[in-house]
């Protein structure tokens, strides 16, 4: 017998929450019109954030450019197999344009075209303009191919959003109230201050407020691009990007697609819910990093033979301590991958160093804190964005392809 991922009763509540927000068109139609950067600028400014923009024009200038490196070394892509450059932990405009500057002043790191941010959506990131300059700085500046944001949801929110999501839902929020208007959904399992890895436990129907959430700073925004790391988060966000095509999905590797089995179960849920144009929402999945690489082949062998459409497949190359083992170090598993013909996304959580906010607590600092340590944490994704170009270099001398952010390229598509 096979049993529906979403009930009727699942999908009413999507489909009542998107009818909400003015429909699938209007809400397409208005992600579309906050990605433009003249409109994204103007906003920026009126919210205090127009010099911040004016200085990351300028720093991306003296960004270094893919095709020097290949004329000065007489590098040919020779071999199949493509690698692209990702890097965690640009956490919201100032750590952004503080890594911008060292990157300037080095004059010789390309910059990578993946960016993944973890800030939870409070309402003043949201709102205040800081997560829209940092979309302004990361797509229309530094033109990263995605800029990934996180949906943590076990945020304290005005209580009046949980009590919309209710009433036009008909589904109840087992939640706290915080005072000051504020509540907070009680999660069981804590293990930060936001909740077992910062929302993997998604209890009851918890992920509406996880669409909620990620619908909120697209329209706001333009955000487009969001990390998904739970079960059912997963399943509703498959449907809820066929009624909403502008938004994607990056799958974490706290999902725990540690080995082929557990891929194929989740390419089933893919499989489910693909869009009436067979394409699908999961632009990408971390393959977990218990995985060897004879897995992460296996999976894009599964995944090229499900007659799915593409999806990207990710490593990380180097984590942050609490996320993993000490001195984690994937970098040969990636070449064996490479060696294979196997495309892979090279992610960084750290750079293999001791650094002062080079671990989780980065991730979950208010937005005040955050702002104070900008520069700490920026020092720290610097030095990842570093390491993921000396390892993207060397892949490249070995005759594969990488990929860069636009800046990185004299020409720009």
Partial sequence: MHFKLLSDRDLKAIDTLVDDFGGSQEVCDKIEKMRDYGTRKRIAGDKGYGEMLEQAEGYAKDFPKVEDFIAKEGIKATKPGVC???????????????CMRRVAQNRDVLFPTEMISVVALTDHYVYS?????TQAMAENILKASKFCSTNL????????????????????FDRRDLGGGMSQLILKNMGTAFGNLGGVEVGDNNHLVYLDGITRAALETGANFFLNPSWSTIVAACYYGRLVPAVTFKISMLLSTQNAVQFRMLMNIVKEFLRDDGTTPIYEVNIGNAAGPETFIQCAKDLQESGLPGISLTAHLRINPDLGMEDFNWTDNAHKVLDSGTNITIKYESDGESRPYDTMEAYFLSDEERDAKADLIGDVIYHKCIRCDKDAREIMRRGHEARFAGVAYKTQG
């Fill in 153 to 172: 949801i076990g945020i304290p929110l005005p209580e009046h959003r949980f009590a919309r999501i209710e009433k036009i839902t008909g589904e109840k």
């Fill in 129 to 133: 303009g800081d997560l829209l300059a």
């Fill in 84 to 98: 692209t450059t990702q890097v965690s932990g640009f956490q919201g405009s100032r750590v952004t344009l503080d």
